[in-house]
């Protein structure tokens, strides 16, 4: 038999980290509207309903706070773009798979803003836990989109000749692009070029039997059914 009072021991932490998670969302969507600068205890402690010592209790500092945000984006990141992607095959459908499932949560983030982001914005000549938990997460994804052309290379779908990195770099700067245009431009056709651009890095970096391929899947699905 539990020992008397165990099952309200067991359900306290339990209540705890539930508590905890509705903090953690609200400082999430929060930050995505005034920046994890912008956060503080008593903002939560408003928007949630708490006392500020009720929140302050979760984390014990701001800082701490900000860092539980940084992590519960790059989980839901994840969640999002990169678990996704893996179901496709090694190669241009992982690496496309990735990209398109960046893209799109990039163009739900139009109204809402980036924390990755935002985030470098307010954090990169600031050195300190927070900078390193951003960064640590944003190199994390930059390391998968890296592994995915590499792999594209080991397939024989993207040349050996073909500058990896580059490939990587160029396909990050088209989001970041993306994100600046729609967002702050309101740029129309800002997800079109990103799309183009995307498009153009393959055409210069395929093997020709990859291109080929990838041509034929795309006519396949735009045949009309009969």
Request: glycine share 6%.
């Amino acid at each position: 038999m539990p020992a008397p009072g165990s099952s309200k021991l067991s359900r306290a932490p339990q209540k705890g980290q539930q508590t905890k998670a509705v903090i953690v969302d609200a400082a999430l969507n929060l930050a995505a509207q005034i920046g994890l600068e912008g956060l503080s205890i008593g903002a939560l402690a408003e928007v949630t309903g708490m006392s500020k010592s009720g929140v302050f209790a979760h984390f014990g500092s701001r800082e701490e706070l900000q860092i539980s945000v940084v992590r519960e984006y790059h989980a839901r990141f994840e969640q999002e773009v990169f678990y996704p992607a893996m179901q496709a095959p090694r190669g241009l459908p992982r690496l496309r798979a990735l990209f398109a499932n960046w893209m799109k949560r990039t163009s739900a983030e139009i109204d809402s803003g980036c924390i990755y982001i935002s985030g470098a914005v307010e954090f990169d000549d600031r050195p300190g836990p927070v900078r390193d938990a951003l960064a640590e997460s944003v190199n994390t994804w930059l390391a998968a989109m890296l592994r995915a052309v590499l792999q594209a290379q080991e397939e024989g779908q993207l040349r050996a000749d073909a500058d990896a990195k580059q490939i990587s770099f160029e396909i990050h700067a088209l989001i970041l692009a993306l994100h600046y245009e729609a967002r702050f431009l309101r740029s129309p056709d800002s997800l079109a070029r990103a799309n183009a651009g995307f498009d153009n890095i393959l055409a210069r970096c395929a093997t020709p039997e990859a291109l080929a391929a990838s041509a034929a899947a795309s006519s396949r699905r735009l045949k009309p059914v009969r």
